[in-house]
């Protein structure tokens, strides 16, 4: 199982940027992929996840109506489409794996592989 998140960037308030996390074969068979992001200073929170068969999402509040998250199976790839940043989203951003229960998709502890992570500086 593999994942390599990658596409951050310096973008300045009110702008978007769009991540991606290419994934091995063996990871789109598991059950959802998700991303995280962490903060200087902050613990890793949750931001959003999909299901890998059938692309069921679930996002936290404090992104939701603003970033989206999709896959394209043909290349193994997720997507997360960032609108409307703000200077709060400045985090390395990670993406994950999970075999874990839906119950557990919004906890950091459900997923355990890992992508590097991949900056990303919103600037007022």
């Known amino acids: 199982v593999q994942l390599q998140a990658y596409g951050g960037g310096l973008v300045q308030a009110g702008g978007s940027l769009r991540l991606a996390c290419a994934a091995s074969?063996?990871?789109?068979?598991?059950?959802?992929i998700g991303w995280f992001r962490q903060a200087p200073g902050k613990e890793r929170e949750f931001v959003a996840t999909?299901?890998?068969?059938?692309?069921?999402?679930y996002y936290a509040d404090s992104v939701k109506d603003r970033f989206t998250i999709s896959k394209d199976a043909a290349k193994t790839t997720i997507y997360l489409q960032m609108n409307s940043l703000k200077p709060d989203d400045t985090a390395v951003y990670y993406c994950?794996?999970?075999?874990?229960?839906?119950?557990?998709?919004?906890?950091?502890?459900?997923?355990?592989?890992w992508g590097q992570g991949t900056q990303v500086t919103v600037s007022s």
């Open positions: 999909i299901r890998i068969s059938g692309g069921t999402t």
């Open positions: 994950a794996s999970t075999n874990g229960p839906l119950s557990m998709w919004r906890d950091i502890t459900a997923y355990n592989y």
């Open positions: 074969t063996d990871t789109f068979s598991r059950r959802a």
